[in-house]
């Protein structure tokens, strides 16, 4: 579901919708279990690891900087 965002805006500011898949939070963390490999979940824990987390909300939007 789109959750009422305009596809058109998206496509005015110059992102591929075709390469672009929207979802609410629970369905990104179930997608993100279901496709991160072994060799992904090793780079994310090594020391000196650098990665940021988006949450683009309604009304907030809330960012955590991890540095591992």
């Not at 979802?23 to 990665?51: F, M, N």
Request: aromatic share 6%; hydrophobic share 40%.
């Amino acid at each position: 579901p789109n959750q009422g965002i305009d596809i058109k805006y998206i496509a005015q500011a110059g992102i591929d919708t075709k390469r672009l898949r929207l979802a609410l939070e629970p369905e990104a963390a179930s997608l993100w279990c279901q496709i991160v490999t072994s060799e992904a979940q090793l780079a994310l824990t090594e020391e000196g690891t650098r990665y940021m987390v988006i949450d683009i909300g309604g009304k907030v939007s809330t960012y955590t900087v991890t540095i591992v």
